[in-house]
């Protein structure tokens, strides 16, 4: 006779566009295994839309203390703006819920470590949401690159090039330092280079520029950046949100195969495809192909690792220092841009100011400056 699955008991803060269509449906995906209880908005009105969407017997809060009181949930979603996440979170894991957070998880290293200590403290484990680690076809790769099957990984291009326009960026919180913590680097390619990070691992070096091209904001509207993986492979990655042909694209070129993954904002495994070198038999590249099951690169597929973690009292994929290392990515490519300097892995560390902040304090870029020069 097979147990029937724990239920774990969830509340969501935040009941906007990503919980509504991204972690809604990933808990009715899992709702074996999770119960949602509790949702916490500041916006009543949301609140009550989410509510109803949901299923009336979800508890709601206007405050996260009340809910994290009141009801002790096993594990929080966390959907608010970025600015949020590093209280909330810390919040939550003070309380002894598990967290997974949406992107960025935090502004700055600086917050990030202050995360892993309340971690720490509370035993309990926050990891941040990258959905595209966790599709089918994203494992496959990972599979074939870290096995050698495809040959040493030599060259690869990492493409977010994404269009949004003055209507996306009369949000508030949307291009400011202090509430998105950066522009396409923070908010968009994020999801494209956590991904090339977990594809190639390590890297060493970061050369980098950003410019402030369309919009009025505080941060870039583009980035790019040259890399140097501790494996050797040398990349591009290209973060902007001016692009009208809008697409988001991986491209590594092993030894023995190119792998190409081009796609929008989730990836199925036909989006995968594996180019092999002229020397390679063809019966050794057909096996290459993604095995049939196909899982979407989606929140259902994040939330299903972390509930298995939970189920094992281990540590859940996305936290941590593998997360740690896709922000310290950020604040190295931010950090070369506005520097003008190559960066090294592991050089920002707490008293270098693009540890406390993306920005790092340059004067072309913090907010103060900026501020006091339009004065
Ligand atoms: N993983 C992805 O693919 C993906 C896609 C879009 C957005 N995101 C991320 O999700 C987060 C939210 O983005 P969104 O587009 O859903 O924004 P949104 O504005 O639609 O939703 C945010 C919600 O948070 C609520 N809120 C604000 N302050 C609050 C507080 N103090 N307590 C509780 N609720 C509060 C707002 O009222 C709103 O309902 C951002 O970090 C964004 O980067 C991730």
């Given amino acids: 006779m097979s147990l029937s699955p724990v239920r774990r008991r969830v509340a969501v803060i935040g009941t906007g566009a990503i919980v509504s269509g991204g972690h809604l449906p990933a808990l009715r995906a899992h709702a074996d295994r999770t119960e949602l209880v509790a949702a916490v908005d500041v916006d009543q009105g949301r609140l009550d839309a989410f509510r109803a969407a949901a299923g009336e017997h979800v508890a709601g809060f206007t405050s996260v203390s009340a809910m994290l009181d009141a009801v002790r949930p096993d594990l929080v979603l966390i959907g608010t703006p970025p600015s949020l996440h590093r209280e909330q979170t810390v919040a939550a894991l003070k309380a002894g819920a598990w967290v997974l957070c949406e992107k960025p998880l935090c502004l700055s290293l600086a917050e990030y470590d202050e995360i892993a200590a309340a971690e720490e403290a509370s035993g309990a484990y926050a990891s941040v949401v990258f959905q595209h680690r966790y599709g089918s076809g994203a494992v496959h790769a990972r599979e074939l690159i870290a096995s050698g099957e495809l040959g040493a990984p030599l060259v690869a291009h990492c493409q977010t090039t994404w269009h949004r326009d003055a209507a996306y960026y009369a949000a508030p919180w949307r291009g400011r330092w202090a509430t998105e913590g950066g522009g396409p680097t923070m908010g968009h390619g994020i999801h ?37 993986f501790c494996n050797g492979a040398l990349a591009t990655v290209v973060n902007s949100v001016l692009s009208p042909d809008e697409v988001s694209r991986i491209r590594v070129d092993c030894a023995d195969a190119t792998v190409e993954l081009t796609h929008l904002y989730g990836h199925g495994n036909d989006d995968w495809s594996y180019t092999p070198a002229r020397h390679v038999p063809a019966e050794r590249a057909a096996a290459w192909r993604t095995p049939a099951h196909d899982v979407p690169s989606s929140h259902t597929a994040q939330l299903g690792t972390l509930l298995d973690a939970y189920d094992a009292g281990a540590r859940p994929p996305g936290s941590g220092q593998q997360a740690r290392g896709t922000l310290e990515f950020a604040a190295a490519l931010y950090k070369a841009a506005f520097t003008g300097r190559p960066v090294r892995a592991g050089e920002i560390v707490p008293g270098d100011p693009f540890y406390e902040a993306m920005h790092g304090g340059h004067p072309d870029w913090a907010p103060e400056e900026r501020a006091e020069e339009q004065a």
Wanted: charged content about 30%; cysteine-free.
């Fill in 192 to 228: 494209q280079y956590d991904l090339l990070l977990h594809l190639l691992g390590e890297w060493d070096e970061v050369r980098a520029m950003a410019a402030r091209l369309v919009h009025d904001t505080e941060s870039e509207d583009v980035s790019t950046a040259l890399v140097r």
